[in-house]
Nanobody
């Protein structure tokens, strides 16, 4: 079993920055990848970014490319999402996801609100 706990959300003005963290715990934590998703009010949860756990290769949705950076700290089982130049449409609950071929784990989410 893997437990994911997100933190770092909050209220920020348009153009501001935030850093989200995801702490992972479990007996054996070695996912294929870690991902960030977000869910805006009244909308579906959508993928934001991926980091391949072992290689560190990253992928981004076009809407955040160049503004968000995903990273991981393997030694401490941490995943981060650095967000800059935030826009009001970035207001959402952000979720951390541990992705393996057979199972996925989700955190409880952290709220990010971008004021205009």
């Amino acid at each position: 079993q893997v437990r994911l706990v997100e933190s770092g959300g909050g209220l920020v003005q348009t153009g501001g920055s935030l850093r989200l963290s995801c702490a992972a715990s479990g007996e054996t934590f070695n996912p294929y990848s870690m991902r960030w998703f977000r869910q805006a009010p009244g909308k579906e949860r959508v993928w934001v970014a991926t980091v391949v756990w072992n290689s560190g290769t990253t992928y981004y949705d076009d809407s955040v490319k160049g503004r968000f950076t995903i990273s991981r700290d393997k030694a401490n089982n941490m995943v981060y999402l650095e967000m800059s130049d935030l826009k009001p449409e970035g207001t959402a609950v952000y979720y951390c996801n541990a992705n393996d071929p057979l199972v996925q784990f989700w955190g409880q989410g952290t709220q990010v609100t971008v004021s205009s």
